[in-house]
């Protein structure tokens, strides 16, 4: 859709064709966030600002709400603060809106902060909570209506050639072909999707209520763990000291590659995750295993005794293997794969396709 609209934007006439009847893939499966400070200076920060811009004007246009809330990374040893204190500094002087937050401010603007052994947290203001089942299923009529984008929905593609594609023998004609499937573009181009340094993650979420009336955390809650996953964080020299503390310490979460955040849409409810397991095929059935852990870690960093559990769920999304943020491709002439923005689609989504079709 983020394509859709860049296309749409440039003048062109545009049909997205859906084999689903509505939007079901790892897009609504995660935590809504739009999520600046994972991506690092540069192109990829700029790139997560400009996806929240156009997140933002399309909100206000069709009054869906979303919760500007900031995020606040917690640290609960000398190591995780080192590693704060550092990041602070880099991002201030790179013009990012973050500042060190000691317990006591930390306790007084936040509900729930567990304060034991608490060090203190770096607060960003970048941040955004967008309920994704609202938010992106409601997009393509903001599409339709603002862009004069067609959706196609309920049909499934089978071929693809240089100015056509098809569903059985019904063929559809077009200037330019984008093929934004996600992993599932192995299935038109199986030859091409084994060629890439490409895999797979298979994440596993959980979503909470509160008992207590009106619970609102007031951010988003990131812990120790999220310092190891986003590569923002690399900046900061200490992150090797803290990641040998955690292998140590938390081998199981290593390895299923958990790190614990928890967002607050609108609506109220908390989203928690997550886990990351890499590969082509996964067992379909979710780790109650995993799940414990998960909220095990989040007990250190917040008050969940009230929280009431109402829905569990797994998506799964590509991820490039060699350190690459994207993966754009012209397999035929003017037919497009654009894909392996990882975990990062919400976040970048809109500003990375912009890039393509001006480039284009």
């Not at 930390?106 to 960003?124: A, C, E, M, P, Q």
């Not at 040998?244 to 614990?260: C, D, F, R, S, T």
């Not at 799940?291 to 007990?299: E, F, M, P």
Request: net charge negative; hydrophobic share 40%.
């Amino acid at each position: 859709m983020a394509t859709a609209r860049a296309l749409a934007s440039n003048g062109f006439k545009v049909k997205v064709i859906e084999r689903s009847q509505f939007s079901i893939g790892a897009s609504i499966r995660n935590f809504g966030m739009l999520w600046p400070i994972g991506q690092p200076d540069g192109q990829l920060y700029e790139r997560a600002i400009r996806s929240r811009e156009i997140w933002k004007e399309y909100l206000n246009a069709v009054s869906i709400p979303f919760n500007a809330c900031g995020s606040l990374h917690l640290a609960y040893s000398k190591e995780e603060w080192d590693v704060l204190e550092e990041l602070s500094d880099i991002f201030s002087k790179s013009g990012r809106p973050v500042h060190l937050m000691d317990p006591h401010q930390i306790g007084n603007k936040f509900d729930g902060i567990n304060r034991t052994d608490l060090k203190g947290g770096l607060f960003s203001n970048d941040e955004v909570i967008v309920d994704p089942r609202e938010g992106i299923r409601n997009l393509p009529l903001y599409l339709s209506q603002t862009y004069g984008v067609e959706f196609i929905w309920g049909t499934a593609i089978s071929r693809v050639d240089s100015g056509s594609v098809y569903s059985g023998s019904k063929r559809f004609d077009a200037d330019l072909i984008f093929i934004c499937s996600g992993a599932d573009f192995e299935v038109l181009y199986p030859e091409v999707f084994k060629q890439q340094e490409i895999t797979k993650c298979k994440l596993q979420m959980m979503r909470f209520v509160s008992d207590k009336p009106g619970y609102k955390l007031g951010t988003s809650i990131c812990g120790g763990l999220s310092l190891l996953h986003y590569k923002s964080f690399t900046a900061s020299g200490a992150l090797d000291r803290l990641k040998a503390k955690l292998q140590n310490e938390l081998p199981e979460y290593m390895k299923w590659g958990i790190h614990v955040m928890v967002s607050q849409n609108m609506q109220g409810e908390l989203t928690v995750g997550d886990s990351h397991e890499y590969g082509l095929d996964f067992d379909p059935f979710d780790k109650n295993y995993i799940n414990q852990l998960i909220l095990d870690y989040l007990k250190n960093l917040v008050n969940i005794d009230q929280w009431k559990l109402i829905e569990t769920w797994n998506g799964i999304y590509p991820k490039m293997t060699n350190g690459k943020t994207e993966l754009h491709l012209e397999v035929q002439k003017d037919v497009h794969i654009v894909n392996g923005i990882g975990g990062n689609g919400m976040t970048l989504s809109f500003g990375f396709a912009e890039e393509i079709i001006n480039e284009i």
